[in-house]
Nanobody, 124 residues
Framework: QVQLVESGGGLVQAGGSLRLSCAASGRTFSIYAMGWFRQAPGKEREFVAAISGGGDSTYYANSVKGRFTISRDNAKNTVYLQMNSLKPEDTAVYYC?????????????????WGQGTQVTVSS
């Protein structure tokens, strides 16, 4: 089992920044890659970003490319999402997820473990 705990969400004005953290515990040695997803009210959960196990490959949704950066610190079993130039449409609950295999990083159904989420609210 893997446990994921997100932190760092909050309220920020448009154009501001936030950094989300996701701390993993349990069978962390089995994690192949990790990702961030988000879900706005009334919408489906959507892919935001993902990073491979060694951190050498990253993937982003077009809507956040150039504004968000995903990174990981394997020594701390932690993944980060640096969010800059935030927009009101970035408002959502952000979820951290872990997967044990390769595949389609953009597909939420391929992630086996999820955190409880952290709220990000961007005011205009």
């Amino acid at each position: 089992q893997v446990q994921l705990v997100e932190s760092g969400g909050g309220l920020v004005q448009a154009g501001g920044s936030l950094r989300l953290s996701c701390a993993a515990s349990g069978r962390t040695f089995s994690i192949y890659a990790m990702g961030w997803f988000r879900q706005a009210p009334g919408k489906e959960r959507e892919f935001v970003a993902a990073i491979s196990g060694g951190g050498d490959s990253t993937y982003y949704a077009n809507s956040v490319k150039g504004r968000f950066t995903i990174s990981r610190d394997n020594a701390k079993n932690t993944v980060y999402l640096q969010m800059n130039s935030l927009k009101p449409e970035d408002t959502a609950v952000y979820y951290c997820a872990a997967r044990y295999s390769r595949g389609n990083y953009y597909n939420r159904d391929e992630y086996g473990y999820w955190g409880q989420g952290t709220q990000v609210t961007v005011s205009s």
